[in-house]
Structures are given as structure tokens and as C-alpha cells.
């Protein structure tokens, strides 16, 4: 546990809470603005519905590729560090991919813009957590979670808007720009940690991340919810797409109307899941249960009309942040990728995701372009079931809220006070 969370007073802790949410929210944006404008770009640059789907999926393959690198450079630098060098990075892929002459052009700029969101997402998490104590991390990782969400709703329905009123370039070249501002922020409001680094070698750092990959309710968690997270992708990012093709009568702005509902309601989601998920024995549990009602629900989207389709995104996008909310939670309370390791942990959990959630929404394009996206919708509501299971194989102590320490062979619980130092 860092000692910033016990020094700072409540003004710089509160003032460094909120640079990184904004941080957060300006990220998103910059995922989910491509998604937006996707049947602009495709006019635009003659491409096909499977070469959009590489595009998207080159931005998840770069997220992934760098989760472990950027979990290793935030052992070795300090998450602060690599934050704000991932906002550099990332502004400047997302600024350059407005100027793409070809969709191959972009999906290569794209990759760029991923691998910086690689170095953002994991040592950002951890320090936003470095500056908050044991027992209150769930609400605080619920709400940067929620950031996500916020400005996921953002890049759709306003870079639909902007992409309209000015061309699709101008709804990512925005998103660039506030992402090089808020580098230039971040220094400013973000305190340095109070622990003194020393320098590790790499046989150090290869060691700590072996145990991260060793460890079996890290693979779980991954791997188990890897389905979850491609569904609730290219629900967001493909609906546009799907709605230009089965409702041709609907606007763009309509369109994109309907994914930003579910944007919508993963912000009180993220807070809300972030709690329950620290006052509950077995969290693992809170991940299966709404996990299976969120995959059910996918299989409806081509079959509902519109008033349907706004009360089921609603649904999804609340599940969505109860979901994550846990899931992010979980690896800051297991020993393997506890304190300083949680930024190692927590990019082992997203790598794999990606990588699977990139193929997966590459072959949903795929599926959508050849076969139809009925077909496409069931394959996703099957893929985000399918490995669910494996949620089981999370840790007791993982699985289980900071409070309680199950032990084995009859003895009795220990109990940690949930505000004492994990």
C-alpha cells in the first residue's frame, strides 16, 4: 500500500481524483469516437465492412500488445510517470489518425492510439488507488470506471454530431487534442509518491510478472469475462453500423443515440458495483450472476424495436459498470497483484481481454458482412456465456470482499478491518 494515500489531505487527493477521471473520460472518448463515424470513414475511404473491423480491431490488438509492457514500465518508473507518458502517445496516434488517407493508413494509427491506452489504463487505476486506503478503493474504482463510460457516451454521440457537421477527421482530431491537454495537466494536480524508488532490475520485474501469470484467479477473472467485454464492445461500437443497415429510416444521430444510453447508465453502474463488490463474501458471485443476465441479453438486440432496444441498452450498460467495477476490484485485494503489482495485475486481466476481444470483434465484422448480423448478435450473446464458468476458479481471497480471509481445514475466519492497509 502506498503511504500517499495515508499524507495526502483531503484537497490534493480530491484535486488528483478528479485530473484522473477527467483523464479517464477524455480516453474513452477516444475510443468509442472511430465507432461513431464508422459509415463516414467507410464512404469516405471505400471501405468494406470486415476492413472497418480491422480498423477497429488494430486499435485492440495495440491495447493489448503493450498492457504487460506498460504493467512492467509502471513497476519499474511509478504509475504517475507512465500515466502521463500514455496520454502523450495516445493524443498524438489519435491526432495523427484524422489525417489518414486509407483505412489501412488508419488501422496502423489506430494500433498506435491503442498501445498508448495500453500505458494509461493499468498504472492510471493504480494510482488513482495509491491515493485511497483499504475498504474505500470499490466506490473510487467504480467512479474511475464510470469515467469510461461517460466518455464513451461522449465519443459516440458527439463525434456522430461532429462527424456530421465537420467530416469524420474532425471527431478524432478533437479527441487528440484533449488528450495532449490533459498531459499537460496531469503534472500540475497529480502528487508524486512518498515511497523512495529504487532501481530493479529486469530480472525483478520478470519475477513479478511470473507470478502474476501464474496466477490462476488472474487467468480466470480474464479469461472468464473476455466474452463480456467483446459483446459489450461491439455493442457500442458496431450498433451504429447495424442500425444503418436494418433501419435505414433511423439518422445517424438516432442511431448512436441508442449505444449512448448504455454509456449512459454504466455511470451510476461503476459506483453502485464498486460497493456492492467490497461488501459482498464472494465477489466472483456478483460477476457470474449479472454476467449471465447481461449475455442473455445481447441475443435480443436484433430482435427489438426501438422503445425495446433503449430499455435493454439501459440494462446493459448498468450491468456493464457493476461488472467491471468488480472485476477491477478483485486483483487490488489478491496477493499476487496487490499495491505496487496492482498496475502489473490489472494489465495481465485487460492483455487478455483485448487480444481475445480484439479477434472476437474482427470476427463478428466478419460474420455481420458474410452471413448477417442476426447471426452476428447470437454469436456475440454466445461468446460473452460461453467462458463464464471459469469465474469459479477465482480465489476465495480474490473472490471474497478485503474483510474476509477464508482459511482452509476447519479453522475460522480472520477478519481484516476494512480500514486497515491491505
Known sequence: MSAASWELDRTSRRNAAATLLIARIVYAFN??????????????????????????????????????????????????????????????????????????????????AGGGAAFFFAPALGLMTSYFPAGSRGPVIGLFNSGFSIGSGAGLFAGALVGVAYGWPSALAIGGIALLGMAVIGPLTLPRSRIVRVHRPLVELLTAARQVLRSRSIWALSVGTSGLWAAYYVAA?????????????????????????????????????????????????????????????????PLLPLAGLVGLFAFLGFSDGVIFAVLYLIPSYLPESHGESLALGLAVVNSIQIFL???????????????????????????????????????????????????????PRGVIPPHRPA
Not at 475511404?45 to 486499435?59: D, H, P
Not at 456475440?380 to 476465495?396: E, M, N, R, Y
Open 31 to 112: 475510443w468509442y469516437n472511430v465507432g461513431a463515424v464508422l459509415p463516414l470513414i467507410g464512404t469516405h475511404l471505400g471501405a468494406s465492412t470486415f476492413q472497418l473491423g480491422i480498423v477497429l480491431g488494430a486499435f485492440l490488438a495495440g491495447a493489448g500488445l503493450f498492457q504487460l509492457p506498460a504493467g512492467l514500465a509502471a513497476l519499474r518508473w511509478g504509475n504517475r510517470t507512465v500515466s502521463l507518458l500514455a496520454l502523450v502517445l495516445m493524443g498524438t496516434f489519435s491526432l495523427a489518425s484524422a489525417f489518414a488517407p486509407s483505412w489501412w493508413v488508419l488501422a496502423i494509427l489506430r494500433f498506435g
Open 237 to 301: 461500437q458496431y450498433f451504429v453500423n447495424f442500425a444503418y443497415a436494418a433501419h435505414p429510416n433511423w439518422s445517424l444521430a438516432l442511431a448512436a443515440a441508442v449505444p449512448t444510453v448504455m454509456i449512459i447508465f454504466e455511470i451510476p453502474g461503476g459506483p453502485i458495483g464498486g460497493w456492492l463488490g467490497e461488501r459482498s463474501h464472494q465477489m466472483r458471485r456478483v460477476l457470474l450472476a449479472w454476467g449471465v443476465v447481461a449475455g442473455l441479453g445481447i441475443f435480443l438486440i
Open 357 to 411: 476481444g480484439s479477434a472476437l470483434s474482427v470476427a463478428f465484422g466478419y460474420i455481420a458482412g458474410e452471413v448477417g448480423y442476426g447471426v452476428a448478435w447470437a454469436f456475440a450473446g454466445a461468446i460473452s456465456l460461453a467462458p463464464l464458468p471459469l469465474l469459479t476458479w477465482v480465489s476465495g481471497r480474490g473472490g471474497d470482499s478485503a474483510g474476509y480471509v477464508r482459511t482452509r481445514g476447519g479453522r
